[in-house]
């Protein structure tokens, strides 16, 4: 019986299609010169600028992009979040010198599925691309740290949130309650629930968790 391939056959895999916006030109060969032997990738759009970018994505529907966060005209941040909105399926790799705890936040904030310092190895960018291709999370071990400290951050429900910054403003159980149209007795349960949640059980604590996370 005949059949349409044979096992001998090779399968043609699409590759990831990739934009790289960065407004150095010796940036871009640079890594266009590294991804021309990786197969599974491909550079198919540059950009010199976030609006550029934007085109580019419009353009070409790329699955990823690469991009670097200080671009004239609409930077690579903003257009990040522009993208998150417009384009959505479109996976973002920020690619930077940044080594900055406020950048790396803002990139995650922007909706970036990966954040990578422009000295780290090849080898590394590469598996980048592919990690968010295939719907997960890259971040280099500093914006690791602050993805984790986000998500710490929001194991406190909105109402919890509320009512811890409203205990460190010094309102009692029954105020909170007259003030939500609740009863004390559920004010009591919220309370308890962030005291197990944060892991303590003092005002003490309550303070410590809220600078950690910037609530005060």
């Given at each position: 019986m005949n059949s349409s391939f044979t096992a001998t056959e090779s399968i043609d895999?699409?590759?990831?299609?990739?934009?790289?916006?960065?407004?150095?030109?010796?940036?871009q060969d640079g890594i266009r010169t590294r991804f021309e032997e990786i197969e599974d990738i491909n550079v198919i759009g540059v950009a010199n600028n976030g609006q550029e970018l934007l085109d580019?994505?419009?353009a070409l529907n790329p699955d990823v992009i690469i991009a670097d966060i200080s671009m004239p005209v609409i930077n690579g941040l903003e257009a990040t979040r522009k993208l998150s909105q417009s384009h959505p399926h479109i996976k973002v790799l920020i690619l930077t010198m940044h080594d900055?705890?406020?950048y790396m936040q803002?990139?995650?904030?922007?909706?970036?599925?990966?954040?990578?310092?422009?000295?780290?190895?090849?080898?590394?960018?590469?598996?980048a691309v592919r990690s968010i291709?295939?719907?997960?999370?890259?971040?280099?071990?500093?914006?690791?740290?602050?993805a984790?400290?986000?998500?710490?951050?929001?194991?406190?429900?909105k109402r919890e949130q509320l009512i811890l910054v409203e205990l460190l403003?010094?309102?009692?159980?029954?105020?909170?309650?007259?003030?939500?149209?609740?009863s004390v007795r559920t004010v009591e349960c919220h309370r308890g629930n962030i005291y197990r949640k944060i892991e303590s059980h003092s005002i003490?604590?309550?303070?410590?968790?809220?600078?950690?996370?910037?609530y005060v």
């Open positions: 895999i699409n590759p990831i299609t990739v934009v790289l916006a960065d407004d150095h030109p010796l940036v580019q994505a419009e900055n705890k406020e803002n990139a995650i904030d922007s909706g970036a599925q990966g954040y990578i310092l422009k000295d780290q190895p090849a080898a590394e960018m590469i598996e291709y295939n719907g997960k999370k890259h971040f280099c071990s500093s914006a690791s740290d602050v984790n400290s986000k998500k710490d951050a929001n194991k406190l429900t403003d010094g309102l009692n159980n029954k105020r909170i309650a007259e003030k939500h149209s609740i003490s604590g309550l303070i410590r968790y809220a600078k950690k996370y910037g």
